[in-house]
């Protein structure tokens, strides 16, 4: 069965670098998101992109954040310079297209940043 | 996105049905049901979804009210493998964001 794979599983970073979470979506899908869960909190929406652009951003996703689909498979998220407080699980999620509205998450990767 | 309101913990005993309610009173007509689990930190597994009636896959049924305002995710034969946490999300369809919204969901125990 297809399934949305994220790379690395673990991250560790000091405060202040930059980072790039990487995700291979399932094939053919269109739509791609990422969220993010801080230990012990709910799953918190970031970003959905379609048709290379953003389609939605929340408030979380701010000009430190950055995704992009740099080649026909992967779907990256960058943050530029991390704080103490980006430390989370990070998961990214896909969807086949209008109609078929079923999001699959990937397994995530969890950031430190120390 | 409509909200949802769940139960915060449920027990269930290993090999019977485990019945997990979700209230969303506010859904509109253009809202799905849709239900994941989360494993301890893994992430959010798809269990089933529905509109307005009634669905069965391989792992779960989704009963929806007729008013649309609350469903039931029934697991016919728990394992001690449910154990998770279990998401209701109302998300709205033909969208180009269709972001989903997690509350706290249910933290469903199954005791051997």
């Known amino acids: 069965e297809p399934e949305v794979t994220q790379t690395p599983s673990h991250q560790v970073t000091q405060m202040g670098q930059e980072v790039i979470l990487r995700c291979v979506p399932i094939s053919n899908h269109l739509y791609f998101y990422w969220y993010r869960q801080i230990l012990g909190q709910k799953v918190e929406f970031l970003v959905s992109f379609y048709n290379n652009e953003i389609s939605e951003k929340s408030e979380i996703f701010d000009d430190q954040f950055s995704v992009e689909r740099p080649d026909g498979s992967n779907f990256t998220l960058k943050i530029r310079s991390t704080k103490l407080e980006d430390s989370a699980m990070y998961f990214c999620a896909s969807r086949a297209g209008t109609q078929q509205e079923t999001q699959y998450f990937g397994p995530g990767t969890r950031l430190l940043v120390l | 996105d409509a909200k949802t309101t769940q139960p915060t913990s449920m027990d269930c005993a290993e090999g019977r049905a485990a019945n997990l309610p979700c209230n969303h009173s506010?859904?509109?007509?253009?809202?799905?049901v849709y239900w994941y689990r989360q494993i301890h930190s893994q992430g959010p597994q798809y269990i089933i979804h529905?509109?307005?009636n009634n669905e069965t896959n391989e792992m779960a049924s989704l009963i929806i009210t007729e008013d649309r305002k609350s469903s039931t995710l029934i697991l016919p034969h728990a394992t001690l493998r449910d154990t998770a946490v279990y998401y209701c999300?109302?998300?709205?369809?033909?969208?180009?964001?269709?972001?989903?919204?997690f509350g706290d969901g249910t933290t469903l125990t199954v005791k051997p």
């Open positions: 999300i109302v998300r709205a369809f033909n969208t180009n964001a269709g972001k989903s919204t």
């Open positions: 529905g509109l307005k």
């Open positions: 506010t859904i509109s007509g253009n809202e799905y």
